[in-house]
């Protein structure tokens, strides 16, 4: 297998990235996305996003996480997605359309160098999330047990599945043991992520995520989007705070059109070829 690709990371969650907008077969590389990911044995990454073409909009993403499985859509990606696709002269647009699994996403480039996303509307009946039990009613400040513990969840989908819970220390969260506890559990048909949230005051929050198939990453754009909709929903901030991730911050606005935006940075790191 050989082929180029483009490391990014976006407040620390990382990626690579592989440039397949003329159509090409990238099934081997999608079926090896695990080993490519391994920090050891492969190029080390959070996961891998396929820069691909789309009928409906300029064009589509498709990401998949480090345990290989595949995600509806990532934040912190589609921003390394928007900047590469620039950098790659695949659009001299500043702003253009993107399909992934969340529908249709518009990034728009700033003139500093972040990326400002209109991440649509997030998803809150439970049924569609999704979360067990709850039917279409949403899912704030219910009760969840793991590992013997009440925790108080509040559950949100950015097209992907968030269960958020507010904490008053983060640093006393055991992220590495209740983590994958909380993805796993019976409540989350299609497992879940998880944000652990302490907030600092009603502008500003500190954020630490375990990720389905990936683990702890240090930052979680669509996580930091459902962070935000869970601090109003509870009625803990105003609608425009920043995120304070372990990579990074984030900026989420719940605009009142119902749609989510999220501004953060997105870097290139180097540019390589696959070669075993
Ligand atoms: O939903 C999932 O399986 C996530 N692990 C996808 C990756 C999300 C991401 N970290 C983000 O920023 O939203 C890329």
Redesign the pocket.
């Known amino acids: 297998m050989k082929f180029n690709f483009v490391k990014w990371q976006a407040c620390g969650?990382d990626f690579v990235l592989v440039n397949a907008f003329n159509n090409e077969d990238v099934s081997e590389i999608r079926n090896n996305a695990e080993k490519i990911c391994d920090r050891h044995f492969g190029a080390g990454a959070?996961?891998v996003i396929f820069i691909l073409p789309s009928k409906t909009a300029d064009f589509r993403m498709q990401?998949i996480?480090s345990d290989g499985?595949e995600?509806e859509?990532?934040?912190?990606?589609i921003r390394c997605f928007a900047k590469a696709v620039c950098e790659l002269g695949l659009t001299d647009k500043r702003k253009f359309t993107v399909e992934t699994g969340a529908g249709i996403i518009i990034p728009e480039i700033q003139p500093d160098g972040t990326v400002h996303v209109d991440m649509g509307k997030p998803v809150l009946e439970g049924d569609k999330i999704p979360v067990a039990g709850f039917g279409s009613n949403k899912v704030i400040s219910e009760n969840i047990e793991v590992d013997g513990q009440n925790y108080k969840m509040t559950c949100v989908s950015m097209g992907?599945p968030h269960c958020v819970v507010f904490v008053d220390d983060i640093n006393a969260v055991e992220l590495e043991k209740i983590g994958p506890k909380f993805e796993m559990h019976s409540f989350f048909p299609r497992k879940t992520?998880t944000e652990f949230v302490e907030v600092k005051n009603d502008e500003y929050v500190r954020m630490r995520v375990w990720?389905?198939?990936?683990g702890i990453?240090l930052?979680?754009?669509?996580?930091s989007c459902a962070t935000g909709v869970a601090c109003i929903l509870n009625k803990l901030t105003k609608r425009k705070i920043n995120v304070e991730l372990d990579g990074g911050v984030l900026t989420i606005e719940w605009a009142d059109n119902n749609h989510i935006y999220m501004t953060g940075p997105a870097t290139k790191v180097y540019e390589a070829v696959w070669t075993d």
């Open positions: 969650n959070d996961g990401i996480n499985s995600a859509m990532c934040g912190n990606g992907n992520n990720e389905r198939g990936a990453t930052a979680c754009g669509t996580g």
